[in-house]
T-cell receptor, first 113, second 113 residues
């Protein structure tokens, strides 16, 4: 069966520090991968999605970036965090043949102070 | 612009008190509508997908229905363990968000014993 992992589970970082969140998927190959942010009182906001290694699409302009160095690995990064980057970050995957079915990881809680 | 609106924002029920959650959507060609359940501090868990008006899906005490403008998640005789935030998302065939999921802000359900 497929599983999706995210780490770390919780992170507290000072403003201006770098960020690296990692997501890996097991039990499937060539998945579509997604990064979402969920802020209090707001819905899930799609940040990036990837249909393959090295292929990244950005949905919103921001100081975050994403990379997909391997088929089942998706990384969310920032060179300098802002207070507004605080939130709950979720990684998700979908199979290319499954219409819309996205499966989410456990999430990373990021607090920028 | 593709849009999803969920109501109410919060719903408090007594155990056994049936009710419905609403998801209204505006999308340029509906490819699919998805319901997820999210427990506090965790990633969303997939519940149902609906593709065409008139379609219904059931799972235990939950029943999802779809019309051309909205979807309902009916909860029959809820139990405290049904307490969670329920998220609705749509996937469009066309437009700028083509292929990606657009989420509503969710309905937070609390069921008291």
């Amino acid at each position: 069966s497929q599983t999706i992992h995210q780490w770390p589970a919780t992170l507290v970082q000072p403003v201006g520090s770098p960020l690296s969140l990692e997501c890996t998927v097991e039990g499937t190959s060539n998945p579509n991968l997604y990064w979402y942010r969920q802020a209090a009182g707001r819905g899930l906001q799609l940040l990036f999605y990837s249909v393959g290694i090295g292929q990244i699409s950005s949905e919103v302009p921001q100081n975050l970036s994403a990379s997909r160095p391997q088929d089942r690995q998706f990384i969310l990064s920032s060179k300098k965090l802002l207070l507004s980057d605080s939130g709950f970050y979720l990684c998700a995957w979908s199979a290319k043949t499954a219409l819309g079915f996205q499966y989410f990881g456990p999430g990373t809680r990021l607090l920028v102070l | 612009e593709d849009q999803v609106t969920q109501s109410p924002e919060a719903l408090r029920l007594q155990e056994g008190e049936s009710s419905s959650l609403n998801c209204s959507y505006t999308v340029s060609g509906l490819r699919g509508l998805f319901w997820y359940r999210q427990d506090p501090g965790k990633g969303p868990e997939f519940l149902f997908t609906l593709y065409s008006a008139g379609e219904e899906k059931e799972k235990e005490r939950l029943k999802a229905t779809l019309t051309k403008k909205e979807s309902f998640l009916h909860i029959t005789a809820p139990k405290p363990e049904d307490s969670a935030t329920y998220l609705c998302a749509v996937q469009a065939y066309y437009g700028g968000s083509q292929g990606n999921l657009i989420f509503g802000k969710g309905t937070k359900l609390s069921v008291k014993p």
